[in-house]
């Protein structure tokens, strides 16, 4: 009866294994494809996954050198001594550096470009978080920031974008602007040398000429100085482009005044943007309208609007909060609503009237 017995279930058993050797060959012909797509070569299994191949393993006396496509057998008869020994399984490698560390090392790096890595380390030693230089370089440069290469040896430098919205408190700008004027001698050219303080954006226009010689450059910078000294503004720094027009002694009056003039690159007008923005707005909202027929009447018009400009205009750049620049202005909420016109209407600045 046994006889027969076994019989019949080795009869089952030949019926059945090619459908389970099949089964074991598709499963590792997946195994295959998959590890085919994988970018990396080596895998490295989780404590818990290490201890459930075990397992699996254990069912069939760790006889799975032909089935182990994850890691190599060696390291699996590794991993059984271990679990032998009774030592536990730890997690491989460094642990992943958190997102909100990332995120502090790249804002450090972005407010603050004269810092390196150990300077980033040391506000980390302050804050209690334990980093290394390393990691400070890795995380930088994998974000696409490196430093200068001369930094050893050199400050490194600043955008310019940086440098200005540091010092605009001390910081002015000039450059010139034209205007065509029809006399009775033809069509000539005026020349106006503006000045702006960056850091209250109020502005300085010279009277018109249509000589700028070094004399009278001159003197508006004396009285463009004046008037910041008015403003009790004490600049440090004067941007200009490379217009001919400046003088050798331009930059010697601010020099003996301890002001750095700064030359701007050529063709780079960006790097004025502060006063070439306000030339074009007073072009687009106000000389563009007007036919010049002397010089008196140009003073008349970049006057009256410079006026405005510096006392009633609602300013709507970057900080400005859509207010006016007269810091003694005083918003009024009771009167009549009334306009007043300048300019021919084009300028038009409302106010309450005093009951």
């Not at 393993?57 to 271990?82: C, F, N, S």
């Not at 909202?285 to 007007?290: A, P, S, T």
């Amino acid at each position: 009866m046994d006889h027969l017995f076994f019989s019949l279930l080795t009869l089952v058993l030949q019926w059945f294994r090619p459908r389970h050797n099949v089964h074991l060959q598709l499963l590792q012909a997946q195994i295959r494809i998959l590890r085919s797509r994988i970018d990396v070569s080596r895998i490295v299994p989780t404590p818990q996954e290490k201890a459930e191949l075990l397992r699996l393993g254990a069912q069939v006396g760790h006889d799975v050198a032909e089935v182990m496509h994850v890691v190599q057998p060696e390291t699996y008869r590794k991993w059984i001594r271990q679990s032998r020994l009774g030592v536990a399984f730890k997690p491989s490698g460094r642990p992943r550096i958190p997102m909100a560390t990332v995120d502090l090392v790249l804002s450090m790096a972005d407010d603050n470009v004269r810092w390196g890595y150990r300077r980033i380390v040391g506000e980390f030693k302050k804050l209690g978080i334990r980093i290394g230089t390393s990691t400070v370089k890795k995380i930088l440069r994998g974000s696409g920031i490196h430093p200068a290469p001369d930094k050893a040896f050199k400050k490194p430098v600043v955008p310019w974008t940086t440098f200005v919205h540091a010092h605009m408190e001390s910081m002015a700008a000039c450059d010139f602007f034209t205007k065509r004027i029809y006399t009775l001698r033809g069509v000539l050219t005026a020349y106006v040398l503006v000045f702006i303080h960056l850091g209250s954006r109020k502005v300085y226009c010279s009277p018109a000429t249509f000589n700028p010689t070094g004399d009278w450059v001159m003197q508006q910078t004396r009285n463009a100085n004046m008037w910041l000294d008015d403003m009790g503004v004490t600049p440090r720094f004067v941007i200009h482009d490379r217009d001919r027009k400046y003088p050798d002694a331009f930059k010697a009056f601010w020099k003996t005044e301890g002001v750095r003039c700064i030359r701007i690159p050529l063709k780079a007008a960006r790097a004025n943007a502060f006063v070439e923005t306000w030339i074009e707005s007073l072009k687009r909202e106000c000389l563009n309208y007007f036919m010049c027929f002397g010089e008196d009447q140009l003073d008349y018009i970049t006057t009256t609007w410079v006026r405005y400009y510096n006392t009633r205009r609602p300013h709507r750049g970057l900080g400005m909060k859509n207010e006016v620049l007269e810091k003694t202005f005083i918003p009024q909420s009771e009167g009549v609503v009334r306009c007043r016109q300048q300019l021919g209407g084009l300028i038009k600045s409302y106010y309450r009237e005093a009951a």
